[in-house]
């Protein structure tokens, strides 16, 4: 085999250079770099294999990374979110990113754009909250900087501006009213964090509690929700009612199951199934030897305690979250009924039965369980519920309907949370 060593290759005339001939085959050894001038041309006019568009690098699990284009990066954000600088930008250039482990929709992936640069044409950070999104992106010019040019499993908004944090707390339960009845289920509790570009329009839906009873199975509590436009649907299942205390009618089940009245099961929580659970099961009602103490209702956190011969079950406690600024526990389940000690509701809202006067009822906007009666007088009403928004104060539009109450700085974090009693919308 002949060797040519040279330092640069130029045409003898004009402009044109090629290499080989029809039907030959060029090889750039394993470890050369071939450099193509500033301002050349390289035109494929036949087949070329062995070029790798993108340069695929090893898991990428630091919480930041400065991305070099013409590279792949896997991000794992199993343990924290990353922030990922580009580079500056020449037009062509592209970058691929993948959600190694599923977990960019828990632990966000946000981009920086190099200096004063723009991102879909503007000059702020972007995120990715896609679980398993695998996305491309290319620098096209100055006026859009990088854009997407491919993506996979875009079940969300890609590279989003921002994410807004949700809290949705569906109606609790009433409990059930007589005879050593159960305690009302907790409105069923669900966050979810969303990315989301300006322009969407979010409607909210507060569930109501349920009604109280009298002689009576409890009533259901009503199903909050959010949803808009390039948004995963949120939806959290109202409170189950507390089982009457005559030995043959259950709990009902809902987002939190409501208390079994004596000698009766409490109903099932997390109905319709949801991952991960929005509430667990109420208690049972005993019925053992003259002992009739009615289950508590199922809370947010745990079940309902099971009656017992001495008292009525206590609710199941609810969740504790700081997504308003402050610390706040919602969603407890209603007490138990009994002819002894009823039991006390759960920590969030949860209201306590009664042996001789309506039972108390939930905490309005916890979506607490109402507490069970006795004796024939009204069961305590579920709780209403509640929906939560919190977003960057920079993000905040300052565009609703259904008067929230809006906080800015919540806390002091930074953030502007809206708090929903009532149904109504927000636009990004």
């Not at 250079?17 to 039907?23: C, D, R």
């Not at 690098?57 to 284009?69: G, W």
């Not at 199951?257 to 409490?266: E, I």
Request: hydrophobic share 30%.
């Amino acid at each position: 085999m002949s060797k040519i060593e040279v330092d640069k290759i130029d045409p003898q005339s004009g402009t044109a250079l090629e290499i080989g001939s029809s039907g030959d085959t060029a090889t750039i050894p394993s470890g050369a770099n071939l450099t193509i001038a500033s301002g050349a041309t390289l035109t494929n006019s036949g087949t070329a294999t062995g070029f790798a568009a993108i340069a695929w690098q090893s898991i990428t699990t630091a919480a930041t990374l400065t991305a070099v284009a013409g590279k792949g990066y896997p991000i794992n954000t199993t343990s924290n979110a990353c922030t990922i600088t580009l580079p500056a930008g020449s037009v062509g250039d592209t970058i691929q990113f993948v959600d190694y482990a599923g977990t960019w929709d828990t632990n966000n992936v946000t981009l920086t754009a190099n200096g004063s640069e723009k991102i879909k044409g503007v000059t702020t950070d972007w995120t990715l909250s896609g679980e398993r999104q695998a996305v491309s992106i290319t620098y096209v010019d100055a006026t859009q900087g990088w854009v997407v040019t491919s993506a996979a499993n875009e079940s969300k908004q890609i590279l989003s501006p921002f994410t807004i944090d949700f809290l949705v707390i569906a109606g609790g339960a009433s409990g059930g009213s007589y005879g050593n009845a159960g305690g009302g289920g907790a409105g069923g509790y669900r966050t979810a964090t969303e990315g989301v570009t300006t322009g969407i329009v979010i409607t909210v839906t507060v569930g109501d509690g349920g009604a109280s009873a009298s002689t009576a199975v409890g009533n259901a509590g009503s199903a909050s929700s959010f949803s808009g436009t390039g948004l995963t649907t949120i939806s959290s299942a109202g409170g189950g009612g507390g089982g009457l205390g005559n030995g043959t009618d259950n709990g009902l089940a809902g987002g939190s199951g409501g208390g079994g009245g004596n000698g009766t099961s409490g109903g099932a929580g997390n109905t319709p199934s949801t991952s991960p659970v929005q509430g667990y099961a109420g208690g049972l009602g005993l019925s053992v030897a003259s002992a009739y103490g009615g289950g508590g209702g199922g809370g947010a956190s745990e079940v309902g305690e099971d009656g017992s011969g001495s008292k009525g079950g206590d609710g199941g406690d609810g969740i504790a979250s700081a997504i308003s600024g402050a610390s706040v526990t919602r969603g407890g389940g209603g007490g138990g009924g009994t002819d002894t000690t009823v039991g006390a509701g759960g920590a969030g809202g949860g209201g306590a039965a009664s042996r001789t006067t309506s039972g108390t009822a939930g905490t309005v906007n916890t979506g607490g369980g109402g507490g069970a009666n006795e004796h024939p007088t009204a069961s305590g009403a579920g709780g209403k519920g509640v929906v939560i928004l919190s977003m960057p104060d920079a993000n905040y539009s300052s565009t609703s309907t259904g008067s929230p109450t809006v906080t800015t700085d919540a806390g002091g974090t930074g953030k502007t949370v809206l708090i929903f009693t009532g149904s109504g919308s927000y636009t990004t």
